[in-house]
């Protein structure tokens, strides 16, 4: 079944650690994005790809990075966590155009 | 630039009464537009769309809205609620000629209350 992954789900790290968030999709989208969800609900662009090798920064200033070098994997990393990335991270593909985006069940991050 | 704006962050209707949640966009060119569904833990699941055509859409779980292009709105409704209906929406925007990237409104909480 086609359909977009994202490991863990759920994540308690402690301040200074190295983390990477996983998303995989298997419906062969060429675009992905990052979102940032506050607890006020509010998606916040971070982080987008449309194909291998392309990525760009989102609306939302992040610490983060990110990574396209297969179609199916666009996974997003923070090198140095810190209690200010508490957050829920929700990843999404489309095909672009008029089918707006699947996405997959988030990541709620909690950094102490 | 394109914009959306959902009137009213929290909604509270009891189970049985009309619901209303409230889009407007600012596009220059015409939008396609979108109804997100999100619950708890959860990511976000496509309710309906409008791209062309009809301006009356149906969704899934009894949703509907309506593309008004002179009121630049696309408020979505459901005639009666459930308690199953209580999670967040989102409405959504995006340009034809900018490869179908979404811009999201700031989201609404529905509360169903029985």
């Known amino acids: 079944e086609a359909d977009i992954y994202q490991t863990p789900r759920y994540l308690v790290i402690g301040t200074g650690k190295k983390i990477t968030l996983e998303c995989s999709q298997t419906m062969g989208h060429d675009k992905m994005y990052w979102y940032q969800q506050d607890p006020g609900m509010e998606l916040h662009l971070i982080h987008y790809s449309y194909g291998v090798n392309s990525t760009e920064k989102g609306d939302l200033s992040s610490e983060s990075t990110v990574s396209r070098i297969r179609t199916e994997h666009f996974p997003l990393t923070l090198e140095s966590a810190r209690p200010s990335h508490t957050s829920q991270y929700l990843c999404a593909s489309s095909t672009g155009g008029n089918y707006g985006y699947t996405f997959g069940s988030g990541t709620r991050l909690t950094v102490v | 630039a394109q914009s959306v704006t959902q009137l009213g962050s929290h909604v509270s209707v009891s189970e049985g009464a009309l619901v209303l949640l409230r889009c407007n966009y600012s596009?220059?060119?015409?939008?396609?537009l979108f109804w997100y569904v999100q619950y708890p833990n959860q990511g976000l699941q496509l309710l309906l769309k409008y791209t062309t055509g009809a301006t009356l859409v149906k969704g899934i779980n009894g949703f509907e809205a309506e593309f008004k292009k002179s009121e630049t709105s696309f408020h979505l409704t459901k005639p009666s609620a459930h308690m199953s209906d209580a999670a967040e929406y989102f409405c959504a925007v995006s340009l034809y000629n900018q490869g179908g990237k979404l811009i999201f409104g700031q989201g609404t909480e529905l509360s169903v209350k029985p």
């Open positions: 596009s220059s060119v015409p939008p396609y």
